[in-house]
């Protein structure tokens, strides 16, 4: 049992309400609507973005080479909420395209807890936040037409570079509409990539822990399970589908909005061995523990339902939820020993919650700053420092 504990540490290294709730009104009758996203200049809106997982795990297993495999008997539990708030002020637009926005991430953080759920034994809580999420920090997005991408920098105060890999401009939401006018009835088909844009927006965030233990569940989190679903999202091996379909046309002219129905599947694996590298603790370093391998496999579908603004054509809020199962393995190796392959598999149910709020303008801030640096060294970053919980 000693040993599998070990091994499963290799594995297993706020609440609030966002259901839509547009103004209540008859549907109108069948029409044909333009399903639009039309950003406006000088507009500032409040992204509000919750992500949940509840996952229980069904297998958790360990082989030495040469040996049977050796299964854990107490499965745990893993928990995760995800929230992710950003107030972004488009400055200028251009052709319907955003071609100069700042964004600061007011919040960018994700709790998590491990239940073994043994009598007397309290679950184990982290809590993880992003540099980013820092009130006198801002990104600049710029459009770049000769790659139909965005470039990013620090307009207040900076950080490292690197803290932006990852980050990407979304909230827009154009990628699921269907690029002509439809009515009541009408479905259509968006890429599967796209679904990235609802499960985890505005990228890859570089998470941190803000107190010192938790090793073992901040690198199972950290590594893609129960969240950070961005991680694992792997355009080049995703198989699925996403459907969109018009439920109905409700209220008229500032009050309208369109009910779009979501239908997703997705399934993706990801090589997180480099990952699982620099997550490594330090017990394991000082056993000349070696990583020589890790994948993460994500599968999930479900259903939704988009509100759809058609005054403002942008998204009003979103509710998805849907069924999930996480399969990861790692195969590590010790120093004069042989290699051991590690799995852990988890099912289990995912939530995600939206609504865009639209700011006052004179919340917009006075004037900005000449990227001053800013200290992120009391946030500590699970690695070769952090000793694994005993």
């Known amino acids: 049992m000693n040993q599998i504990a070990l091994c499963l540490g290799a594995l297993l290294p706020l609440t609030f309400d966002l259901t839509p709730g547009p103004i209540q009104s008859d549907a109108v009758p069948s029409q044909e609507v333009n399903l639009q996203f039309l950003p406006t200049a000088g507009e500032r809106i409040e992204h509000n973005w919750l992500g949940t997982h509840k996952l229980l795990a069904t297998e958790v297993n360990s082989r030495v080479a040469g040996q049977d495999a050796v299964s854990l008997s107490q499965l745990p539990s893993i928990e995760t909420k995800e929230r992710r708030v950003t107030s972004d002020w488009i400055r200028s637009v251009e052709d319907g395209k955003v071609q100069n926005m700042h964004r600061t991430w007011v919040e960018a953080n994700l709790w998590g807890q491990l239940d073994f759920h043994v009598p007397g034994q309290a679950p184990l809580e982290v809590v993880l936040r992003?540099?980013?999420?820092?009130?006198?920090?801002?990104?600049?997005?710029?459009?770049?037409?000769?790659?139909?991408?965005?470039?990013?920098?620090?307009?207040?105060?900076?950080?490292?570079?690197?803290?932006?890999?990852?980050?990407?401009?979304?909230?827009?939401?154009?990628?699921?509409?269907?690029?002509?006018?439809?009515?009541?009835?009408?479905?259509?088909?968006?890429?599967?990539?796209?679904?990235?844009?609802?499960?985890?927006?505005?990228?890859?965030?570089?998470?941190?822990?803000?107190?010192?233990?938790?090793?073992?569940?901040?690198?199972?989190?950290?590594?893609?399970?129960?969240?950070?679903?961005?991680?694992?999202?792997?355009?080049?091996?995703?198989?699925g589908h996403f459907k969109c379909k018009l439920q109905k046309v409700v209220g008229a002219g500032a009050h309208s909005t369109a009910h779009i129905e979501l239908d997703y599947s997705f399934e993706t694996v990801q090589d997180r061995s480099e990952a699982a590298r620099e997550l490594q603790m330090l017990g394991?370093?000082?056993?000349?523990?070696?990583?020589?391998?890790?994948?993460?496999?994500?599968?999930?579908?479900?259903m939704g339902l988009l509100i759809w603004n058609l005054s403002s054509n942008r998204a009003h809020s979103f509710a998805m939820t849907g069924t999930e199962s996480v399969q990861?393995?790692?195969?590590?190796?010790?120093?004069?020993?042989?290699?051991?392959?590690?799995?852990?598999?988890?099912?289990?149910?995912?939530?995600?919650?939206?609504r865009a709020t639209v700011r006052p303008l004179d919340s917009l801030p006075v004037s900005w700053t000449a990227n001053p640096p800013v200290r992120v060294e009391p946030m500590l970053k699970p690695g070769k420092g952090i000793t694994p919980n005993k």
């Open 284 to 302: 394991e370093s000082n056993r000349g523990t070696m990583v020589l391998g890790n994948s993460v496999q994500l599968q999930g579908k479900g």
């Open 130 to 239: 992003s540099p980013l999420s820092n009130e006198s920090t801002s990104v600049v997005f710029t459009h770049v037409p000769e790659e139909n991408s965005y470039g990013m920098y620090f307009d207040q105060s900076a950080m490292a570079e690197n803290v932006l890999v990852g980050v990407q401009k979304d909230h827009g939401y154009e990628n699921l509409l269907p690029g002509k006018a439809v009515k009541a009835g009408d479905s259509w088909s968006v890429e599967t990539k796209h679904l990235i844009e609802l499960l985890a927006p505005t990228g890859a965030m570089d998470y941190r822990q803000v107190q010192p233990g938790g090793g073992m569940l901040i690198r199972t989190l950290l590594m893609g399970v129960a969240g950070c679903t961005d991680v694992v999202w792997n355009p080049g091996q995703l198989k």
């Open 328 to 354: 990861m393995m790692v195969q590590t190796q010790a120093l004069n020993a042989p290699a051991v392959t590690q799995v852990m598999e988890l099912r289990g149910v995912s939530e995600q919650k939206y």
